[in-house]
């Protein structure tokens, strides 16, 4: 039986979904396999994906079929420049940022539909006028001295199923 190939749209769907979940927002990733894995967990809880640029890996055709991608055309995506064009998008939208340095860890935040969550990349982590901006509502994951980090993914994995637990569950 012929593999028959799917089309795998490099480019954010023209028409994006409405009310996502929750906004992920992976600010300059470095590892298209945990951008995959991370869309994929987007698929399943119906949430938005954004990148904010640069990124360090190509988003077309050819990378997305290499790295298995077959769930991409299910996926809600965009490519931004900065923070600055979500925000003008999501005026309204609760911003918490996760990383090692948040003085709550993520059962202490109180998550709604809607929320931001914002992500640095595997090497240089958020920004620190991000973090100045957002030392608020920036939040960690509890781990013991042993483990400098978990995988870009897997936080984002358990952070956003966290935010979904918190307000009751996924929508059709």
Known sequence: MPVRSLPFPSTPPAMPRLNPLLHIVLHQPDIPQNAGNIGRTCVAIGAKLWFIRPLGFVLDDRHLRRAGMDYWEHLDWQAV?????????????????????????IWQADFRRGDLLLFGSETRG???????????????????????????????????????RQFGGLIG
């Open 126 to 164: 958020l920004p620190q006028s991000l973090l100045d901006e957002f030392s608020a509502t920036t939040l960690h994951l509890p781990m013991r001295s042993e483990v400098r980090s978990l995988n870009l993914a897997s936080t984002v994995n358990t952070v956003a199923y966290e935010a979904v």
């Open 81 to 105: 420049e900065n923070l600055a064009e979500i925000r003008a998008v999501l005026p309204d939208a609760r911003i918490w940022c996760v990383e090692n340095v948040g003085q709550r860890t």
